[in-house]
């Protein structure tokens, strides 16, 4: 059973930080390409940033400079460190598994909320 679960959303200031993590199981971790995507009230789901195999990055330009992602393939796990936040971040984050040759379907997580608010 697949399984992505995120963690590390939350409450902060205008100009904080936050780590979110996604921890997977169930899939060739390694093998996949892992991203972030958010959701804001109202809006469309949208790319944050995905990262290959390879550890190739790519950014959507909003974040660029500001967030990182990265993937530790020993712990089945993505991050995306997120400084310099905005009150434009809020937005429920998942988790996104993509198979690389297309096989099969994404693979997505329950999502973790991020309010930036003073």
């Known amino acids: 059973q697949v399984q992505l679960v995120e963690s590390g959303g939350g409450l902060v200031q205008p100009g904080g930080s936050l780590r979110l993590s996604c921890a997977a199981s169930?899939?060739?971790?390694?093998?996949?390409?892992m991203g972030w995507y958010r959701q804001a009230p109202g809006k469309q789901r949208a790319l944050v940033a995905t990262?290959?195999?390879?550890?190739?990055?790519d950014y959507a330009d909003s974040v660029k400079g500001r967030f990182t992602i990265s993937r530790d393939n020993a712990k089945n796990t993505v991050y995306l460190l997120m400084n310099s936040l905005k009150p434009e971040d809020t937005a429920v984050y998942y988790c996104?598994?993509?198979?690389?040759?297309?096989?099969?379907?994404?693979?997505w997580g329950k999502g973790t909320l991020v309010t930036v608010s003073s």
């Open positions: 996104n598994a993509r198979d690389p040759y297309r096989i099969r379907g994404d693979y």
């Open positions: 169930g899939i060739i971790f390694r093998v996949d390409t």
């Open positions: 990262v290959t195999s390879g550890g190739s990055t």
